[in-house]
């Protein structure tokens, strides 16, 4: 469903990235390990068309990133790829409905139907009670809850999490980790994630592992 073939990145004189390759496919849950500095969050920001390789190609369900334009790929990014992040960047002054919905609206959803997919995936999250709640008022847990439901408003191929549980507790990251096999197990969510977790590491289905902007 996704594939990195020969991926190539320097930032200057600095090489990030040395022809890396990755196949992934629909439910899978794929962690990627390794160093800091090994080229992880590079690679991943590349899978997800943050960033662009220097070399290489990034298929998605058998479009080329490369191939579109910046217009065009943002709208694909929105409708195909979600992403979490280790900080959740939720909005502040929108609630957990409001900050959900934005991926589509950004789409151009209408505002019914957005709030109605927002709520059922409030639920599915147990957290349907914390709607109206601005992220201020949640615990760090609840906010990352919200991250997770709004990458997948849109009804993502894949989902994309860098460090998804690296500013939680122990228990809080437990239960976000096992969140992921739920959402594969009941979705068929795929997820690619990077991570320094060793539990969530030992809970994908494959783990990858990078050292000096390689594979090994």
Known sequence: MLSAHGIYKS?????????VDLEVQKGEIISIVGASGAGKSTFLHILGSLDMPDKGTV???GTDLSKLSTTKLSAF????????????HLLP??????????????????KKAAE??????????????RADH?????????????????ALMNNPEV????????????ENATALHHLFVELRNQLQQTFVIVTHNE???????????????CVI
């Open 159 to 170: 989902i994309l999490a860098d460090e998804p549980s690296g500013n939680l507790d122990s």
């Open 93 to 110: 002054e929108f609630t957990a409905l409001e900050n959900i919905c934005i991926p589509a609206f950004i789409a151009g959803e209408d």
């Open 134 to 150: 601005k992220p201020t008022t949640l615990s760090g847990g609840e906010q990352q809850r919200v991250a997770v439901a709004r």
């Open 59 to 61: 298929l998605l369900n």
């Open 116 to 129: 109605k997919r927002a709520k059922m995936l409030l639920e599915m999250l147990n957290i349907g009670s």
């Open 11 to 19: 930032y200057g004189t600095l090489q990030i990235l040395k022809g």
């Open 199 to 213: 539990h969530l590491a030992e809970i994908s289905d494959r783990t990858v592992h990078m050292k000096d902007g």
């Open 77 to 88: 990014r929105n409708a195909h790829i979600g992403f979490i992040f280790q900080f959740h």
